[in-house]
């Protein structure tokens, strides 16, 4: 037997082997991960399918409970109202400020298709009565699509969004399930409270 002729064609082959190992090892492409936008909408049509494919049962009952969540978060408000009017030290024109806000945002909030079906509220009422005019109009231009998040989470049920504009965080909890987007300013020890948030969670694209 030719040994080094063996050997010789061994060689070779190992030489053609090396690159495509090298080629192999590097490492793969990191991937982007999802915009906020593409998650919410996601889950916003797959809530939406399965209610449409349902002619009976749970998810009939969930656009019940949907309907019925979002009467009781509209009431919840107008008892905050209703609290602020009989306290003394509490004037019409700060009220008035309070429901200009909320009104402002809620209607930022709806013109933008991701959210044209969604209820706002607060985990405390009295946000919407701090928003200072210049985060107002920060948020506004966002919900329009002229300005971007600081930070955008995925957890298993919902979608949590943080803007900053200067020295003011504004946080909203994006909840497709019961189309709920829940505020929240410069606290967000208030954030944690949420059974919702109380999941892993991988960071959203902000772009």
């Given at each position: 037997?030719?040994?080094?002729k063996?050997?010789g064609?061994?060689?070779?082959?190992a030489?053609?082997?090396?690159?495509?190992?090298?080629?192999?090892?590097?490492p793969?492409p990191?991937?982007?991960?999802?915009?906020?936008?593409?998650?919410?909408?996601?889950?916003?049509?797959r809530?939406?399918?399965?209610?449409?494919?349902s002619?009976?049962?749970?998810d009939?009952g969930?656009?019940?409970?949907?309907?019925?969540?979002?009467?009781?978060e509209?009431?919840?408000?107008?008892?905050?109202y209703a609290?602020?009017?009989?306290?003394?030290?509490?004037?019409?024109?700060?009220?008035?400020?309070?429901?200009?806000?909320?009104?402002?945002?809620?209607?930022a909030?709806?013109?933008?298709?991701?959210?044209?079906?969604?209820?706002?509220t607060?985990?405390l009422?009295?946000?919407?009565?701090?928003?200072?005019?210049?985060?107002?109009?920060?948020?506004?231009?966002?919900?329009?699509?002229q300005?971007?998040?600081?930070?955008?989470?995925?957890?298993?049920?919902?979608?949590?969004?943080?803007?900053e504009?200067?020295?003011?965080?504004?946080?909203?909890?994006?909840n497709?399930?019961?189309?709920?987007l829940?505020?929240?300013?410069?606290d967000?020890?208030?954030?944690?409270?949420l059974d919702?948030?109380?999941t892993?969670?991988?960071?959203?694209?902000?772009?």
């Open positions: 037997m030719n040994y080094t063996y050997m064609a061994f060689l070779t082959l030489l053609l082997a090396a690159p495509l190992c090298a080629v192999q090892a590097k793969a990191k991937k982007e991960p999802v915009s906020w936008q593409a998650a919410v909408k996601k889950e916003n049509t809530v939406n399918n399965r209610g449409a494919a002619v009976l049962g749970d009939v969930a656009s019940v409970r949907r309907i019925a969540l979002h009467a009781q509209a009431k919840k408000l107008e008892n905050f609290r602020l009017r009989k306290d003394k030290r509490v004037t019409e024109r700060f009220i008035r400020q309070c429901r200009a806000n909320y009104q402002a945002l809620q209607q909030a709806a013109k933008n298709p991701l959210f044209s079906h969604y209820a706002l607060a985990l009422p009295v946000d919407f009565c701090n928003l200072a005019p210049e985060d107002l109009a920060y948020a506004k231009r966002f919900f329009a699509g300005a971007a998040a600081a930070e955008a989470r995925q957890y298993k049920k919902a979608v949590l969004l943080r803007l504009n200067r020295s003011s965080a504004l946080w909203f909890v994006v497709p399930q019961d189309k709920m829940t505020f929240n300013y410069n967000p020890i208030d954030i944690d409270t919702i948030l109380q892993a969670w991988t960071p959203l694209s902000v772009r």
